[in-house]
């Protein structure tokens, strides 16, 4: 096991400089013009694959680093860029981390790269599980897979709310019911493969903010696919399902861990944002004159910039220490919630301060702080709200089933 240590080593500074240089290049200058077309950022997200930035060995690479702090360092530099921006490219990495977690390794290597293709064919994945009626309640999804023996096929039907990249993806992850007597622990995952008849875009959300990233329902209508699409294969279900049957929990265990070890990279998103954000703040009120004085000779101001950069400092900490235990299977108090929760409220208090510096200029979209803020606000939401966060942690320091 490596030993815990914030300094980055060379090659994380050496990649922290290109992901850098990237963001500030190319994604910045494209942020405002996507922000407002609403739209996927195909040409950026080409020109992150043709330097490798937006491909599965990237994903790969940034996995196998022992520290666990490679990819919380990419993630925080992108997302400096632009969060819509970022979230278009990072997007396929969660349809990519659905069938690592779940997929035998013969689907890992088939399925996972083509979530990406390549700088010459550009390729998207999805992950759906949310659904209109059940984001937060897992329990409560309703899309069914039922398997037709006959013809060694499983059938989806159901609509999936809310999905990055969702219908305009290649490979479109689902989680869907096999046995709605057993809850959540009744699901299993499918990939629905490229072309497939029976599934479309439903509505596409006019969002908040990420608004460069694509967001929409999936509608499934009798999606057949083959039996060889349920992530894990069919004889590892049935031994899984007989256990849940029996009482016993199955691996629960593993699979918070799993869950807490991808929250740290959610958080290192939401630190980008909130950096963006005092950086701009920061020379803004080096600038600005009011009463004969910058606005940074006030305490108030001064001081609202020191406790913005404590708390960013506070969030990066807490993040590359979750990063780490993750890694090295070591959390004790769901610290990749901890993680995730903080810098979740961290950006939305920071950004909001930064609006609070620039003024009316601030309130505009002539000035990118407005964007930033409305950018934060996601990361209390989504994989998992602000309050999931705090029943995880709440659950896991007291060791009660706290509802
Ligand atoms: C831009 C965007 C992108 C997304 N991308 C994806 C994606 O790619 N794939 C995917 O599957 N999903 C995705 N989601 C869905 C996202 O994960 C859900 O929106 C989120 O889990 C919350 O679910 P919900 O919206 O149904 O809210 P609800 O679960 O209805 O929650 C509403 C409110 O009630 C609170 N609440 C709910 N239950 C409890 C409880 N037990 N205790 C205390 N408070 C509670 C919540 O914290 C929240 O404040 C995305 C969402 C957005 C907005």
Redesign the pocket.
């Known amino acids: 096991m490596t030993e815990f240590s914030m300094a980055l080593n060379e090659d994380q500074l050496t990649l922290q400089k290109w992901v850098h240089d990237f963001a500030e290049n190319e994604i910045r200058p494209a942020a405002h013009e996507w922000d407002e077309r609403e739209e996927f950022p195909y040409p950026v997200v080409e020109e992150a694959a043709k330097i490798g930035l937006y491909g599965w060995e990237f994903m790969f690479n940034a996995m196998q680093d022992p520290s666990g702090l490679t990819l919380p360092v990419a993630i925080e530099e992108l997302f400096w860029g632009d969060a819509g921006i970022g979230m278009a490219i990072m997007g396929s990495g ?1 349809a990519a981390a659905g069938i690592a977690a779940s997929g035998t390794p013969e689907q890992v290597m088939e399925w996972v790269p083509q979530c990406y293709g390549d700088a010459q064919n550009v390729q998207l994945g ?5 659904e209109p009626d ?4 897992v329990g409560g999804y309703r899309t069914s897979a039922t398997y037709d023996e006959a013809t060694d096929e499983w059938v989806l039907n159901g609509t999936k709310a ?3 990249n969702g219908g305009i993806a290649d490979i479109h992850v689902v989680v869907a019911v096999v046995d709605p007597e057993l809850g959540s622990k009744g699901h299993a995952s499918f990939i629905v493969p490229p072309g497939t008849d029976g599934l479309s875009q439903g509505q596409k959300y006019k ?1 908040h903010g ?1 608004r460069a990233s694509h ?1 929409a329902e999936v509608v499934l209508d009798d999606v057949r696919i083959p039996g060889s699409m349920l992530l894990g294969g069919k004889d590892k279900l049935d031994e899984r399902l007989a256990r849940v049957r029996r009482g016993e929990s199955g691996n629960a265990q593993a699979a918070m861990q799993t869950f807490e070890a991808t929250r740290p990279a959610v958080g290192a998103q939401a630190l980008g944002v909130a950096r963006a954000a005092y950086e701009y703040a920061l020379e803004y009120a080096k600038e600005r004159e009011a009463f004969g004085r910058k606005i940074i000779m006030n305490q108030s101001i001064a001081f609202m910039l020191a406790d913005m950069a404590t708390e960013i400092e506070a969030t990066r900490g807490l993040i590359y220490r979750a990063a780490w235990l993750g890694k090295n299977g070591q959390f004790v108090n769901a610290e990749g919630s901890m993680a995730k929760l903080k810098a979740g409220r961290v950006a939305t208090w920071v950004t909001e301060r930064a609006i609070q510096i620039l003024g009316g200029y601030g309130y505009t979209r002539e000035y990118p702080v407005e964007r930033w803020h409305r950018d934060a606000k ?1 990361h209390d ?8 966060q705090q ?1 995880v942690i709440s659950r896991a320091i007291s060791g009660l089933r706290i509802e």
């Open positions: 969660l999805a992950f759906a599980a949310s059940a984001g937060s309640d809310w999905i990055t969002k990420i967001t996601i939401i989504f994989e998992g709200t602000e309050q999931i029943l």
